[in-house]
């Protein structure tokens, strides 16, 4: 179906442009007034209340199709280490859906590219110096190389997304058009006793479709509301149904209408912004039409509202641009806070600590102070760098004489690490187990390494210690003679259910009581358990007995099986699945009685009101046994 949208109609209906009536449905120009006495002011507010909806619809298409960007104001990319960033990157890469990180991805490219093109020219600079040959100069670090991977990783990563996320939208706008192309036959073809039902199901098939591209979704949705509404003009069989429709849908919209109207007050303009692009959605992928008298008063009052938190908007973005200037004072007082700070009393890792918080919180004020847009902000943002640039050289210079102290935390964490490789094949469990906690103790209270043996000797030693900690737990689970036996007899009395040829319920009950009596299982041949349930399960579907009988004896010699192996979180797990599962059919029955709300015109024997009063019944058996169910486990002590 690779029709273009506006090729949908039929050529032998009326035009949409010209049957669709002013309303939500469309952002058509109005048509050519037969007035052409029509105030000039009057026009002018409508064209502005057109355009204010105008541009919260093209955001609501917008967002259908994506959402917002990860951004992170707060993050000092060029303060940071190449190490930093590229561990920075690949957090941010492992931790966000792909297509919502493009911005915090280029910060990094662009912070990272200037501190490796600068220590690049150091290195040269160096190698020159040495008397080496400009063309002969190589330079290869590890870190570079795991730039590169993860940034070819995100690429790859992003180009799939896009690759599948246009795939998706392009097969849910097919969806689309088949939905509207049966909604048409439908209009033309159906049979009148069966043609709101086939209605109604194309409705929850439309709601149940995923986002179209943002250059297709407003003409889709403009094209299916306008079959909606003919079907409902023309469904002159089934009046009850229409205006019923009719009627819950304009108080739906009234009620939009209302939560609208109160946005226009609301305190945080751009919150009200987000709740009203909501508000559109819901209008147009929620709500069918009303009736046709008062679908123009109707969206005339919502475009209304509509204008009025827009124009509400409009005037906060623009106060906020005479506010730059205020920004730009508090900021520059920021840096000279900065470019004043002391730090020449600080002697200890504990001093610099303070001072990094005390600056951070600076820092802060600065971000805080508000956003501006970047033609305004470079200037003062590298003022911001220089000024913390200032400190942080500082820091480091400490920092460097602090490094002596890592290479000693390195000699301590090397002899806790060869004293746990010499314990890791101990068997006197009791006291190596004790030795084994002191060295993780030890090992905590250690300092900082430095960062180039960090990983490995960390790797090395949590791997010695998992290696102990395993052998002891294979130790705890080995099965003792008493424990095998238990597993042999089970396993005997499985292959004597097998020749039961026709059970009895006592003999089935027996042999869940037999089964119990034989003893508890060891944890690593639990599987067991679910052989012996499933031929129970087996067995019982061949008794005589009614079916909720049958399920509640499945039920009780599973729940049984559990408190048996003192298994509390599956028992747990199973009461809480038996209360959704109760919590789900109630649901499922209060929607089919208010479904019967539908039909309270229709007689009794009506097909439609049979069955729906049929599942009712159905459910409320369902709800008995798992209502059993419930008072069972419920009655149980563990």
């Known amino acids: 179906m690779n029709l273009k949208i506006v090729d949908m109609l039929d050529t032998n209906e009326e035009n949409v442009e010209k049957t669709v009536p002013k309303s939500e449905d469309t952002n058509l120009d109005h048509a ?99 008397g080496g040959n400009s063309i002969d100069f190589q330079f290869s670090s590890p870190v570079k190389i795991t730039y590169n991977q993860l940034l070819s990783d995100y690429k790859k990563q992003r180009d799939s997304y896009y690759k599948n996320l246009e795939n998706q939208l392009n097969d849910n706008l097919e969806k689309r058009l088949q939905v509207i192309e049966q909604l048409k036959d439908l209009i033309e073809n159906a049979e009148p006793a069966t043609m709101y039902k086939q209605f109604k199901e194309l409705q929850n098939t439309w709601s149940t479709i995923g986002p179209v591209s943002k250059t297709k979704y407003n003409d889709t949705w403009k094209i299916y509301h306008h079959h909606v509404e003919r079907f409902y003009d023309l469904l002159h069989l089934s009046n009850d149904f229409r205006e019923l429709d009719f009627k819950n849908n304009l108080e739906k919209k009234l009620a939009i209408i209302t939560q609208a109207e109160a946005l226009v007050d609301a305190k945080d303009i751009n919150v009200a912004f987000k709740e009203l692009q909501e508000l559109h959605k819901i209008w147009k992928e929620e709500i069918g039409p009303v009736a046709r008298d008062v679908r123009e008063e109707v969206w005339g009052k919502f475009s209304e509202a509509t204008k009025k938190i827009h124009d509400r908007r409009h005037d906060y973005f623009k106060e906020q641009r005479s506010k730059n200037q205020d920004i730009i004072e508090e900021k520059l007082q920021v840096v000279a806070k900065l470019n004043a700070y002391d730090t020449s009393k600080n002697k200890t890792h504990r001093d610099w600590q303070r001072s990094m918080k005390e600056v951070e919180e600076i820092r802060q004020e600065y971000f805080k102070a508000g956003k501006l847009p970047y033609s305004k902000s470079e200037e003062i943002w590298q003022q911001f760098k220089k000024a913390t640039k200032k400190f942080n050289s500082a820091k480091n210079l400490f920092y460097r004489e602090e490094k002596k102290e890592q290479q000693e935390n390195l000699r301590n964490k090397q002899a806790l690490l060869e004293k746990a490789i010499s314990l890791k094949d101990s068997e006197d469990w009791d006291s190596t187990t004790e030795i084994f906690k002191k060295i993780q103790s030890d090992w905590k209270k250690i300092g900082h390494v430095p960062r180039k043996f960090s990983d490995a000797i960390w790797k090395e030693f949590k791997n010695t210690c998992n290696f102990y900690f ?123 009685e208010n479904n019967l709300g539908f039909f309270s015109n229709a007689k009794d024997d009506n097909p439609l009101v049979v069955n729906v009063k049929n599942s009712i019944d159905a459910f409320k058996r369902d709800l008995k046994v798992w209502k059993k169910k419930l008072k069972y486990i419920k009655k149980l002590d563990y």
């Open 470 to 592: 395993d052998r002891l737990h294979n130790q705890k689970n080995a099965i003792s003679k008493e424990q095998q036996d238990i597993v042999d007899a089970k396993k005997a009395f499985l292959e004597s259910l097998k020749e039961i040829a026709s059970p009895t319920k006592e003999v089935v009950l027996q042999a869940m009581e037999d089964w119990k009596n034989l003893g508890v299982l060891p944890r690593n041949v639990r599987h067991l358990e679910g052989k012996f349930n499933k031929q129970i399960d087996n067995l019982l579907e061949g008794l005589n007995v009614s079916k909720e009988e049958v399920e509640m004896l499945k039920f009780t010699n599973l729940i049984d099986g559990l408190l048996a192996n003192g298994d509390v979180r599956r028992l747990d797990s199973e009461q809480l699945s038996v209360r959704k599962k109760i919590d789900e059919i109630v649901r499922e029955m209060q929607q089919l």
């Open 32 to 130: 050519k007034a037969s007035n052409k006495s029509t105030k000039e002011a009057e026009k002018e507010a409508e064209i502005t209340a057109d355009k204010a909806v105008e541009e919260v619809e093209q955001s609501v298409a917008e967002d259908a199709e994506n959402e917002a960007e990860i951004e992170d104001n707060s993050v000092d990319y060029a303060s940071m280490s190449l190490e930093d960033l590229v561990a920075l990157l690949q957090k941010i890469i492992s931790n966000n859906p792909v297509h919502r990180v493009k911005n915090q991805v280029e910060n990094i490219k662009s912070a990272f590219n200037k501190k490796f093109g600068a220590l690049l020219a150091e290195k040269k600079r160096i190698f020159l110096e040495e």
